[in-house]
Structure formats: structure tokens, C-alpha cells
């Protein structure tokens, strides 16, 4: 049996996940911690990954792997390989002036027609023009800008510091894809190039940037354990790597449920957003991605739980337990500041409370909800673009409890499928790696569990509308 491997370095893990080739079978799986913290330091998720290959039983008899991560990590290196600072992680809103400095200078049409994106905090461009105005001297120190998903295939690759890494600090190795390139601020997914005056204009100069690998490339070989080569895959964005592995096609739009929240499509053509609502990322199948990020999801859920003092099943028997609209409480979740709508500087807010409304059932309620609205507002924004929506692909951590699918249905407004459970950013992470192998994309199945008709109730999505209304009009 040829095995392959997939990994999804996120934000607050890492998961590694083992498949047969010919079946798509997962036949092991591993996991391992991150630490907290919007700003980490590399060699936490360098020995996370460590930790998490080892707790799915090691790579002796995998073929292949391919690295998966979060988005955005600002991975400053200097010339001899070591890490500048901490990365900076795509839920770090430090930069939002660098943000408004860097739109100022370019203007957001212009930006957008450059690299698709209009800068928020969570771009890596605006990560380096935060580190030139705020740490000069580290900035004067970075010789290349990598991302997660970037750094640590360079270093399962064998690359590094000369003192931890047999081929030594050879930044020219670094490689990247296309996807996980496109949420720079400095690439062009309409040109697939890289735009060396943006990256200038961000750190203040120019510095090495990774080569980006075809979706069916490869981004080399190593040796990790025993005599055989593993190839390499190029690795993803964790979006698009949950694209490839749910084989998200027309009419998908999937909606992430994890510590952030995404909402997204594949589409044949590039996608611009001048309001930045969107942002018009490429896939890792040679397509586009289109879409929709708040830094709220599940760690919403997560606060309720702690709030209430329940575990997640005893929040999905008291949310459920409520009606529709929660009595009326209505929570605007922006508990870390929010990306999408752009307020960084937003805590979240729950209102409507009378004496009556003001129920543990309503309150639990109330949070789910309002994680959904904002992620509404995004399925409203991608089928506004004339995508042509058939359901949701509902998936991430807080999809697998009962009353997310539920309130989901009723705040779509579009049929719910919930795959079985599973890491499908890894999983996509091992199409690659089979592809990378073979030269062919695996065209595994791909199990759904739950599937929801649509239960729109306007009430709950209106509520929420005049509640963020009345706090930001
Ligand atoms: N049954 C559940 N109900 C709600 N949230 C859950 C449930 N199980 C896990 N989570 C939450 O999902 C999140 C992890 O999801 P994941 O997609 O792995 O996140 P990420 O990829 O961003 O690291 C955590 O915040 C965790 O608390
Ligand atoms: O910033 C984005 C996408 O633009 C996030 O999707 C990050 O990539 C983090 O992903 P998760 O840890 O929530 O999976």
C-alpha cells in the first residue's frame, strides 16, 4: 500500500493526516498543539510538526507529503537562515495603520488591480510595513520574507540554520504555491507574479521571496526516516487546502468554521473587490478563491463555553433549547477586533438583554448566531459576485456541534452539508502530495454526515444587521 501524508499547521494546531493512495483511506492521523498568541515564534510549529508526524506513527513508509498552514505569517529570516522575530500571525491586528498607510500611498483600486487584495492587518505586506516603522533594526536584519506553510517545508526539506539543518540556511530553496502566495499583498494572481515594488514599498527593501511551485509540482525530496525519498508537494493556504480536500467544485461555496471564520468558492476566473470585503486569492488547483475572513469563529463558541461554564454539547443543548433570534439577545462577536467588516480596534457586544430575554438558553443561543451572521454577510458577498450557490460546505472545528448546522440553515438560507469529520485542510494537503507523486490528481470521494435543508428565518440576520448598525453606523 503507497501511503501519502498531509499536514495543516493552523493557528491553534497542527494535524497530520495519512492516506492510502489508491483509496483515499485515512489510515492514520496526529496532532499537536500550538501555542496562544497572535505573534509565535517558527520552532513552535516546527517541533509541533515534529510532534504531531511522530503521533501519526512517523513517515518511514509515506511516499510523499505535502504542508498545508494558516495564511499570512510574517517568517522574517536572516541571511543565515535564523528567524529575524516572532511571525506574526494573520490574527494579529497591529499593523491596521501600516494597513491604511500602504492603501494611502497606492490607493485600494490600485492595489486590487495589483494583487487582488485590498491591505488589512492580516496581509503579510502590511507585516513588514509594521516591522520597518516599528522595529527598523529587525528590519534591517530580514534577508528573506517566507510563510508558515513556507518555512516549514524548507525545513522538513533538511533546510535551516547551519546548526539545526544539514543543508544549511539556503534562503534561494524556499518555495511557496500560489495560493498561499496570493495573501501576501505582494502577487499577482492574475500575472502569477511577484510585485518586487510592493514588497520594497512594505519592508523598505528588497529581500528573497519563495519560488512559487505549480499546483502539480513538487518542492523537491527528503529523507526523513529510513533509506526512501519522500517527495515534497508544494503545500497551500489552509483554504485552499480545504478547497482541494473537500474537492470543492460549481456551486460549493464552504464556510470554515475554525479560529477564523472563511467563507469561499473555486471559480475559473480571478475575482477583485475594491471594498475589500472579498479578497481574491488563487486556489492550489490552478484556479481562483475568491473569498470572505473573520478573525471571530469558533473561539466564539469557545468564550460561550467558558461564559456559561458548559462543555460544547451542554452549548448546543442550551442553544438549541432557545428559538430563533434568542429572545432577541443578539451578540456582535468581535471579541479580537474584526477583519471583515474592517474594525480592528472592535470588542465584541451583546445586546437586547431585558429581564426576560436574559437567558442561558438565549445567551448561548445569541453566540451562535452571531458567529453565523458575519459568515451570512460573506456567503452574501461571494453570491452578490454572481457566484451561482447550490449549498454550503460547512467544516473547521465548530461545524461538528449539533446546533451550528442547525442555526446554520436557518442564517444561509442554502441546503447544509456537513462532511464527516475530519481535518480537511490536511486532507487537501494529501491530494497534493498524491499529485506531486503521481502526476495526477486523486479523485477520492469525499462523505458527507449531516445534510440540512434550508430554514431561513430573516428575523435572526435582521437583528444582527440593526444591532451592528446601531453600534457602527
Ligand atoms: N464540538 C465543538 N463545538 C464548538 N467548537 C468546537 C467543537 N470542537 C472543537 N471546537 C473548536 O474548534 C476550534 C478548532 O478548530 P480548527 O478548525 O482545528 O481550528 P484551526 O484550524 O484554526 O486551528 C477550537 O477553537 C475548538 O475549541
Ligand atoms: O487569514 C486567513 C485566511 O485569509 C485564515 O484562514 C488563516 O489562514 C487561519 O486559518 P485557521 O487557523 O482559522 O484555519
Redesign the pocket.
Known sequence: MTLVAGV?S???SCKVVVRDLVTGEVVRTGRASHPEGTSVHPDHWWTALLAAIDDAGGLADVAAISVG????GMVALASDGTVVREAL???DTRSAQAARDLIAEFGAEELVRRTGLVPVA?FTSTKLRWLRDAEPENAAKVAAVALPHDWLTWRLRGYGPAVESPLGPDLEALTTDRSDAS?TGYWSPASGEYDRELLVAALGHDAIVPRVIAPDGSAGTVHIDGPTEIVVGPGA???AGAALGLGAGEGDVVV?L?????VFAVTPEPVTDASGTI?G?ADAAGQYLP?V?TLN??RVLDSATRLLQVDFDALAELALSAEPGAGGVVLVPYFEGE?TPNRPDATASLMGLTLASSTRANIARAHVEGMLCGLADGVDAVRARGLDAKRVLLV?GAAFNPAVGKVAAQVFGLPIDIPKPGEY?AMGATVQAAWSLTGEKPQWTVDMETHLEPDLRPAVREQYRAATEQLYA
Do not use: E, M, P
Open positions: 495543516d493552523s493557528t491553534q498552514g494558516q495564511q499570512h500571525l494573520w490574527n492580516s495573501g493556504g489552509d483554504n470554515s475554525g479560529t477564523s471564520g472563511t479578497a486569492f473569498i475572513v469563529a469558533a477583519r473547521g485542510v
